[in-house]
């Protein structure tokens, strides 16, 4: 078993956030190794086995090489990791603005309050529409985001409708993403515009910067 103040670590590097509202800011990416989901679109796949095992200590001392305050703990999915939330208060007592990224699949209640919570709703066209875990939505604040990687219109579509019924652009900031080299972003943004919708587009922009690969 994992020490209490250790977790699977995959890679971390410094770059800068490519997505959220965060989007631009040199940001130093912690990413955590394994996810129990397999999303048809993916880019993140070499973290879901392997790793090395890192003690927080030995975490808090690479992050403290770069020269920002800005942490984003990613996966895979951090949360399949139990450890996951002790290292985020770690961050978070160290004096680190700290974002999540989560799949949405996993509990996030009991993540520090001090954490802005980076959620997925997974979409009908990512193949794992099922393993969205709803009862995140109520606990949403303003400090969190709800983000959408839209794969078709169909996508777009489902995602409008659970944005109208769940009223979760008044909970926290609504992302819609296309998916990469998927979804025309001059598409994406013409459906918005069309229907007035109270969401952010986002492109990842790490990938129009450095292309599709680790490490960035």
Known sequence: MA??????LTEI????QGESSRVGLPTVFIR?????????????????????T??????????????????????????????????????????YSVSLETSGAMPIGEVDPR??????LKTPGSGEVDKNCWDNLPLLTAQDELKFVL?????????RQQVEQHQLAERCPVL?????????PTDLA?????????????VQLHKILWGEKPGV
Not at 3 to 8: L, N, Q
């Open 176 to 184: 819609f993403s296309p998916v990469w080299q998927g979804v025309s």
């Open 32 to 52: 955590l190794t394994g996810c129990p989901l397999r999303c048809g679109y993916c880019d993140s796949e070499y973290a879901f086995y392997g790793g090395e």
């Open 115 to 120: 954490v802005s919570r980076i959620v997925d």
């Open 3 to 8: 020490r209490p103040d250790s977790v699977r």
């Open 190 to 202: 013409g459906w918005i515009v069309r229907d007035g919708l109270p969401v952010r587009m986002q």
């Open 54 to 95: 890192w003690h927080f200590d030995r975490i808090l001392d690479e992050v403290a090489k770069h020269p920002t305050r800005t942490v984003c703990v990613t996966g895979g999915e951090p949360l399949a990791q139990r450890n996951c939330l002790p290292l985020l208060t770690t961050l978070c007592d160290a004096g």
């Open 13 to 16: 590097f410094f770059s800068l």
């Open 151 to 159: 794969t078709s219109e169909a996508d777009y579509q489902w995602a």
